[in-house]
């Protein structure tokens, strides 16, 4: 049963996997158009949306394969389960801590090399013990059972946004 146990919780990591890497590839299909804005929707431009979103994956698995799943709390709180079952974020209710914000200038190069480095982050989630987990601001610690849902519900989120600006 234990082998059973262990090829659902791999089968359920490849859907994830494969739900981001969509939304990855969607990312990075719109980096040319990363200096467009619409300041009807977002005073920031499309690349400020997709670099803000590269970088919160790349620093939540790096953040995932440094923590010591031993210390792992849940106090996943009652604002994260509410967006989680709601399936999304609101628009304009949170800011992004200063280690996820974008550069001043953003340039398609950084784009093109933090995608490659999203990619090699996310293979390597796989491989991570259930209860490797990141502290979020708000919604508490995320372990792995949570952290694809977190990663699709905020690359999501941008990806609304971007949709949005060019319309």
């Known amino acids: 049963m234990q082998k059973c146990e262990g090829f659902f919780v791999t089968f359920k990591s490849m859907k994830n996997n494969q739900k981001l890497s969509k939304y990855l590839d969607t990312l990075e299909s719109h980096i ?4 467009e804005k619409n300041p009807n929707i977002s005073k920031s431009t ?13 620093n939540v698995s790096i953040a995932l394969q440094s923590s010591d799943p031993n210390q792992y709390k849940n106090n996943f709180s009652f604002l994260g389960k509410l967006f989680f079952t709601l399936g999304f974020f609101p628009r304009g209710k949170a800011k992004a801590p200063k280690y996820v914000r974008p550069p001043e200038t953003i340039l398609k190069e950084d784009l093109i090399t933090q995608v490659q480095l999203v990619k090699s982050n996310i293979e390597s ?10 502290k979020h601001p708000l919604f508490g610690n995320i372990n792995m059972t949570r ?3 977190f990663l699709e519900l905020h690359t999501h989120h941008h990806l609304k946004i971007i949709e949005d600006i060019l319309k």
Do not use: T
């Not at 040319?32 to 200096?35: N, S």
């Not at 989630?125 to 990141?134: E, I, M, P, T």
């Open 46 to 58: 499309i690349g400020w949306q997709i670099d803000h979103s590269l970088k919160v994956i790349n």
């Open 147 to 149: 952290v694809y849902r």
């Open 125 to 134: 989630l796989n491989s991570l013990d259930k209860n490797a987990f990141f």
């Open 32 to 35: 040319p158009k990363f200096e």
